[in-house]
Every structure is written in C-alpha cells, then in structure tokens.
C-alpha cells in the first residue's frame, strides 16, 4: 500500500488526466439521469396525457348518452303508439332534434317503423345486451364491416334510439391502436364499439371494483371511465408504441444539457488542479523569499487581563501584498508534505525573534500547531530540542496544539504526545467540539489544556442549539482536571460570562488581535493591550 501511494499521488496531480475523469464521470452521471429523468417526464406526460384525454371523452360520451337518452323520454311521454303517419312524423323530428341520435324506431310485436325512409340499420331484434331499470342497451363491435351499423342503440319501452359508429367517431378521437369498450357482466364481458378488439381483461390484476382510474402495462394504458350507471363501465385502451419515442426525444434534448455541464465541470476540474498545483508550486518558494511571516495572536488571563502567552500563527503575504487565506494553503501543504517544513519555519522564527522575551519572562509560553503528520511522528520532538538548547529557553514554553481531526490513530497519537510532555512541553487540544475525539479518548490522552472553538463561543447568549456547547466543555474539562481557553472572544459580555464560568484564559479581538513580535514584545512587556497598531503589525 505504502508503495503505490506515491504512484498514485503523482497520478492525482496530472490535470489532463483528472480533468478527463471528471468529465467523463460527470458524463456518465448526468446522461444516466438524464435518461431516467426523461423517462419519467415521458411518463408522467403520458398518463397527464391519457387522464385528460379520458376526461374530455367521458364529456363527450356523456353529452351522447343524455341526447339519446333525452330522445327517449320524449317519445315515451307522447301518447302515440303504433305505426300511424303522425308516429313517423314524431319519430323524425326527434331524429332531426338531436345531433347524435342516427335512427329512432318503433318496435312492437307486430309492428315496426323508423324515422328512415329508406332501410333501416338498427338491425334485427335481439335481447338488449345490458337491461337496466329505465333503459336497455344493445351493442354492436368493431368488427362489424358497416361503420353505419348502429354501434350502440338504447330502448325505452317500444322506442329505440341509436347512434352509429362514425357519430361515436366524432365524439371520441381514438389514437391508433386505440380501442373504447364497453364492460358488462360486472367486468367478465368487454364489447369493443370502436377500434379493434382487445385481449380482455386487459391487466393481470384487473378489478370490476376497482377505484384506480388509469392503470398501465408493458404495452398499453388502460383508463377506467366512470358512469351513471353501474350495468356498464367504460375503458379506454391505447398502446404505448410512442413511449420510447418521447422518452429518446426527451432524452436527446438533455443530452447537449449533460455533454456541457461535464464540459465544464472537466474544465473546472482542470483549472483547479493547475491552481492548485500552481499554489504548490508558489508555496514551496514562499519560504525561500521570505513571504510566509510568523504573528503571535496573544492569550489573556480573564482575571487579570495580564497577557501570559501566544498563539504562533503563519501567513502568507504575496510579493504584491495580498494575503493568501492558511485555510487554502494549510491544508495543500498537509497533502504535499510541505507542512513540516512549514512547521520548523515558526519554530525557528518564534524562537530567533521572541527568545530573548521568553528567557526574561519564565511564565511566558508560545503554542504551535501541528498536523496529523508531525502528530503521528517522533519528528518534531527533536526538531524542537535542538533549537530550545540553541536559544536556551525551557521546554514548558513551547506549547503544541492538535486538532481532535489530527487524531488519526490515537493509540499512535498518545505516545507520541506522552514524548513531548516528557521533555517538559504543554500540549493543548485546539477547536475542541468540532472533530470526532471522544471523552473515553480525552482521558487517556497526555493533554493539559482545552481550546474551545470560535463557533460555540459566538453562540453564547444565543437561542443556538449550540449555545450549550461550551458550557458542556467547561465542565468537562474541569472534571478532567484541565486548563481551558475559549478562543475568538469579541465582545466584553462574552469574557464576563466565560470567566462565571470558571474559565481562566481567552484570546480574540476582544483584546488583541494577531501581532508581528515587536508588537507582541511590547504588550508583554509593558503589561497592557496594544493600543495604536500598523498594518504590518496585524494579520
């Protein structure tokens, strides 16, 4: 393992290469869910599609149902009986009344006449296919080769109305394959009035009483119409041959969506890479001309508002004076390796600029952060010895600061951390709260002291969930027999509360902010905050 990870370190910094793995698995993630999202936009318009279009034709149907059933009602109210003129004549303007009504008939045991002069197409008499309380219904299929044949016909006593299969035709605009049934039999008969005739029932897990509107297979949708009447239901069934053509063309039209964004997102991909390796690059040079500085941010007794020591805190000042965040080049110099160098840099300025303070002032210390890597090394137990007998200062003020995340292996962590007490140095939690240490952990650890991270102190005095936070720690810390220091303290009201709380020492721009280490001599040594600041002074 340990051999291949340089091999695939130096994989991971080709910008080419990465920039082509982003891309193409961008491209493979966005083309796959452009493809689902374009099934299910063509799905979803499919059955929006199917649902109105059901309803626009039980509008209709319903509209053809009342003439002809209307048309009834009127001959049923009339007196006249029996095949006279005036019969004929009635039963021709009810025909010329209604709009879908094709033929009206009267229909006796020894008689018969129709409102056409001609032949009639109601066909021979039959027992009604449906038999209701007021009406009877008879049903000729698709299949019949006449589309003038009547397709549905309803009976009133002696009189019969019907309409033909090209009124239906009219009414209800099939697509192709479509097919509109009639179920009878309480769903054990389908009668097909228009379109071809259709594998019945149509679904596996069909149900006469079933309340499901639209129902779909495979191949086709099925849309159940309710009706007045309970003797019938109708169904309308339509393939779905136009799915995978709406679902490619949908598909087709993200696809220039998706091949872009995973243009961009290698592009992206690429310029960061360089950046990065750019800022790699920059920073390995950074040491040598001189542009990383070293400030000290102070810490305070919240008692005596005596400063009693320093947080050492490197920054970057570009040749052309901007300042380059340690949020971006901390963690690059962690995965290059560069850290350590980075480290013995403050070590060695802190020591060559504030040794002389540190001797006259025994109690002074200065802290130093360290990375996961120096944690999980003897490396910097050394380093600092041999400048600590070069400068003549004492163990105890030198502090070391690890985060709870640099905690990678503990076990490994603790006797390494044991090491440095034993040569007499302090060491400190910093941001506690924020990474994964646990309090089984914090007991076994070689710690003197706690850092309370910025974010739980701002939350103090608030209605946050996290306003407990600290005052949790404090406790815990004092249970453990521990130092605490809350840091990124602003506000006056913000020490008072921490200090009720019983904690000693904070540091934040309540009291100072990060100074060169002229300024920071100074406020030492003329026991007071520092008042009038330079630009050079301050990060």
Not at 215 to 226: A, E, F, G, I, W
Request: proline share 6%; net charge positive.
């Amino acid at each position: 393992m340990f051999t291949a990870t340089p091999r695939l370190r130096s994989l991971l910094y080709r910008p080419w290469l990465l920039a082509l793995v982003a891309a193409l698995l961008s491209a493979a993630v966005l083309l796959a869910g452009s493809f689902g999202l374009a099934m299910h936009q063509a799905r979803q318009d499919e059955r929006a599609q199917m649902n109105a279009q059901g309803e626009r034709f039980l509008v209709r149907l319903e509209q053809l149902f009342g003439q002809l059933r209307a048309g009834l009602d009127q001959l049923e109210a009339q007196p006249l009986r029996g095949c006279s003129p005036a019969m004929i004549e009635q039963l021709r303007q009810v025909n010329s009344r209604y709009r879908f009504i094709y033929e009206v008939a009267y229909v006796s045991e020894s008689q018969f006449c129709s409102s056409w002069t001609r032949q009639s197409l109601i066909g021979k008499p039959r027992p009604p296919d449906i038999r209701g309380p007021t009406y009877d219904y008879w049903l000729n299929t698709s299949t019949q080769p006449d589309d003038n044949l009547a397709s549905l016909m309803l009976g009133r006593g002696e009189f019969r109305v019907s309409t033909s299969r090209g009124h239906l035709t009219d009414v209800v605009d099939l697509p192709a394959g479509g097919s509109l049934v009639v179920v009878l039999d309480r769903g054990s008969k389908a009668v097909p009035v228009l379109g071809p005739p259709q594998t019945w029932p149509p679904t596996p897990d069909w149900s006469p009483t079933s309340t499901e509107t639209l129902m779909s297979t495979q191949d086709k949708l099925v849309y159940r119409m309710p009706t007045q009447s309970p003797e019938y239901q109708l169904v309308l069934i339509t393939p779905r041959s136009a799915l995978q053509q709406k679902i490619t063309g949908a598909w087709w039209l993200l696809v220039p969506a998706s091949l872009l964004i995973s243009l961009f997102i290698g592009i992206l991909v690429l310029q960061l890479v360089r950046q990065r390796q750019s800022l790699g690059g920059e920073l390995h040079g950074a040491l040598r001309r001189g542009e990383l500085k070293v400030l000290y941010q102070p810490i305070f007794d919240l008692n005596t508002r005596l400063c009693v020591g320093a947080e050492a805190l490197v920054r970057w000042r570009r040749p052309d004076g901007t300042l380059t965040s340690p949020d971006l080049f901390i963690p690059l110099a962690e995965n290059t390796g560069q850290i350590r160098q980075i480290t013995d840099f403050v070590l060695q300025q802190l020591l060559e600029q504030l040794g002389q303070l540190l001797r006259a002032n025994p109690h002074l210390y200065v802290s130093v952060n360290l990375a996961a890597c120096d944690v999980m090394a003897p490396r910097i137990g050394r380093v600092t010895a041999k400048l600590l007998a070069l400068h003549r200062v004492a163990p105890r003020q030198i502090a070391f600061e690890v985060t709870e995340r640099g905690l990678v292996d503990v076990v490994v962590a603790r006797n390494h951390l044991q090491a440095l007490r034993d040569r007499g140095h302090q060491v400190l939690i910093d941001d506690f709260g924020t990474g994964y240490c646990s309090l089984a952990y914090l007991q076994t650890l070689p710690v003197d002291c706690l850092k309370i991270d910025k974010a739980f102190i701002d939350a103090l005095g608030h209605d946050a969930a996290s306003s407990g936070v600290a005052p949790h720690i404090i406790r815990m810390a004092h249970a453990l027999q521990l130092r605490v220091i809350a840091e990124g303290i602003e506000f006056e009201s913000q020490a008072m509360l921490l200090k009720s709380e019983g904690v000693m020492y904070g540091q934040g721009w309540l009291f100072a902010r990060p100074l060169s280490a002229t300024k920071f001599t100074e406020l030492v040594t003329g026991g007071r905050r520092s008042a009038g600041r330079r630009a050079d002074d301050v990060a």
